[in-house]
């Protein structure tokens, strides 16, 4: 990759959900467990009011390109296990 980017190493949890969004849409409840039952959209909502809090534009899904970089662990070869 040419330009350095961060990818979260774990999943939003429902506490932090809950204080960005003001609800938790979880069907499994518990504080530290991953927030689930969400949308592509509410995924972007959640990004827009992240931003939003930090008075920052960093926060965003990653692309296609940066999601195989970082499941091929950096990587060259054709599979991501030489």
Known sequence: MKNPFYLGKYPVTQ??????????????????????????NDVQEFIARLNEIEGTERYCLPSEAEWEYACRAGTTTRYSFG
Not at 18 to 23: A, E, H, I, Q, R
């Open 15 to 40: 506490k932090h959900w809950t204080v960005v969004m003001g609800s938790n849409p979880s069907r499994f409840k518990g504080d530290n467990l991953p927030v689930e039952s969400i949308s592509w």
